[in-house]
């Protein structure tokens, strides 16, 4: 409760200095850190019943804040999913789907050549109104052209790439991937950040880990609020790890991967004790989309009892791993069956910086900080839900198209499957979203 009159405190100073009236002893906003997989199923962290139980930070992490099991990505694929996630909308809205063909998708190969539209408002741009400084680290996979780059929608520093690390490449047709600090690129994969497809070994992990505690030192030095993205890619194939976790894991290597992210997932948590502001620092940890079961399994995950994995709105392509933590503020050691979907993460990170989704455009993602404050269902009455559902708090909308995977609706305990979707009549009216299955 206090956590949610502390929002409200802090749009109204909003308010008060936008309209130049001088506030003293203003509270700052918390800081956002937002940790996204990538193809991380539901059933790789012993928190969510992984046998061989080597996930002990991520575990705890979860003992002392909330773990959500009925948390759903918005489509089974990378791009889509990350689209949804900085626009608190359906994918399909800003023309991100699961057909790359004729979709704005930034995929690999590099063909595909679709990012971003600048008509999109992407989080790190509205947070800006709060004062946030904002960096991306990882995967952006956003568009890999000019005008799709990180910080021209937003994002205050980049260390990552475009796309994934798939490769190596002949560097004739087609060039090893390249990755970016900021504007400036700082190699590619397989050169100077090399991967070693034989033994899976790759330092990534490590330098995306000290890209993150050292962005998050210099803005707590400089006592700005900050929204980091940290957005790796170690456990999508070709899976990596660095030497000292290679060979340590019951899985294999992608087990080894795991479990270099759970230690970095560790040091960062770590790091915000020390510096004394993890009760000002909210941070979530999920995936973009299921375990790629076509990689397993020495290079794929576990998506637990569920069917299919990414590329099927099956449950086991979209229910992700999630857990929310901010000590002081949301208790320790609870399970919410909420039903959450990663567009959520959009509205509520604005909610937590004292913002409001805009009123231009449909927004489908839910603030879930009723939820993880006080232990309340949220309504869901809003486009990006199911029609007309008998329990309004527990209905999201499974949306994707291609020929392996149909679009579907999850309504309580149960998942209705479409047969195939027309993506161009989706309309949303008085607030409710209408989706016309075709026969």
Not at 4 to 33: C, D, E, K, Y
Not at 399 to 405: H, I
């Amino acid at each position: 409760m206090a956590a949610v009159a502390a929002a409200t405190r802090w749009r109204l100073l909003l308010v008060l200095s936008a309209a130049g009236l001088g506030v003293t002893g203003a509270p700052q906003p918390p800081n956002i850190l937002l940790l996204l997989m990538d193809d991380m199923g539901w059933g790789d962290l012993g928190v969510y019943g992984e046998p061989s139980r080597e996930t002990p930070n991520l575990d705890r992490m979860a003992a002392e804040g909330m773990l959500f099991p009925n948390f759903y990505t918005a489509n089974p694929l990378c791009s889509p999913s990350r689209a949804a996630l900085l626009t608190g909308r359906l994918p399909i809205r800003s023309g991100f789907y699961t057909t790359n063909g004729h979709a704005r998708n930034a995929y690999t190969p590099q063909e595909i050549v679709g990012g971003i539209p600048d008509s999109e408002l992407l989080l790190p741009e509205l947070l800006k109104e709060a004062g946030y400084t904002s960096k991306i680290v990882g995967k952006w996979h956003l568009g890999h052209r000019p005008q799709f780059h990180p910080l021209k929608h937003g994002f205050d520093e980049w260390f990552g790439s475009p796309n994934c690390h798939f490769g190596p490449y002949d560097n004739k047709a087609r060039p090893n991937i390249p990755v970016y600090r900021d504007w400036e690129m700082v190699g590619r994969f397989y050169e100077e950040f090399p991967i070693n497809l034989k033994t899976g070994e790759a330092n990534l992990t490590q330098i995306y880990l000290q890209e993150a505690l050292d962005f998050i030192k210099r803005q707590q030095a400089a006592h700005r609020p900050f929204f980091l993205h940290w957005a790796i890619d170690a456990t999508h194939a070709p899976v990596y790890a660095s030497r000292p976790f290679l060979g340590t894991s019951q899985r294999g290597r992608y087990g080894d991967a795991v479990r270099e992210i759970d230690d970095s997932v560790g040091k960062i948590l770590h790091l915000l004790r020390d510096l004394s502001i993890a009760e000002n620092t909210f941070v979530f940890f999920t995936s973009d989309n299921g375990a790629a079961l076509i990689s397993a399994p020495r290079q794929g995950g576990s998506n637990g009892p569920f069917l299919c994995g990414k590329q099927t709105t099956f449950e086991g392509g979209m229910r992700e791993p999630a857990i929310a933590w901010w000590p002081g503020h949301i208790p320790a050691g609870q399970v919410s069956h909420q039903l959450g979907s990663i567009m959520d993460l959009f509205t509520t990170s604005l909610s937590l910086a004292g913002l409001e989704p805009p009123r231009d455009r449909a927004i489908d993602g839910l603030d879930l900080l009723p939820t993880m404050l006080q232990g309340r269902l949220t309504d869901s009455s809003t486009p990006g839900r199911c029609p007309e559902a008998v329990a309004p708090a527990q209905d999201l909308l499974l949306f994707c198209s291609n020929k392996m995977s149909f679009p579907g609706c999850r309504e309580g305990a149960w998942t209705l499957k479409g047969v195939r979707c027309n993506q161009s009549r989706l309309t949303a009216r008085s607030g409710r979203l209408t989706v016309s299955f075709l026969s």
